[in-house]
């Protein structure tokens, strides 16, 4: 079973960056697909960026494409997600999730298999 564990949140400056991070306290990291996503107040689950379960296909949204960076290192069952030049727009809740399918973070995000507790990030302007 995947259990994962998000940490790395807090506030921060527009401008700045943060790195979140996932861990997985489960046996079976390597064979899921990893992402995040995150909600915003008022606002559904929306997909932020997705890995393959080897590391080698990795996909983002429009919003944070080109200012993000996700990863993972499957020697230490973890998953990154930095975030460079943050936006006011992308303070939210940030989850972590798996899935045996990829193409659910961006067609299902509400729905995917196993979920994180979530970290907060707050961008100030």
């Known amino acids: 079973q995947v259990q994962l564990v998000e940490s790395g949140g807090g506030l921060v400056q527009a401008g700045g960056s943060l790195r979140l991070s996932c861990a997985d306290s489960?046996?079976?990291?390597?064979?899921?697909?990893m992402g995040w996503i995150r909600q915003a107040p008022g606002k559904e689950r929306e997909f932020v960026a997705a890995i393959s379960w080897s590391g080698g296909s990795t996909y983002y949204a429009d919003p944070v494409k080109g200012r993000c960076t996700i990863s993972r290192d499957t020697a230490k069952n973890t998953v990154y997600l930095q975030i460079n030049s943050l936006k006011p727009e992308d303070t939210a809740v940030y989850y972590c999730a798996a899935d045996r399918r990829i193409d659910h973070f961006s067609t299902r995000p509400w729905g995917l298999e196993v979920w994180g507790q979530g970290t907060l990030v707050t961008v100030s302007s």
């Open positions: 489960g046996r079976t990291f390597s064979s899921y697909a």
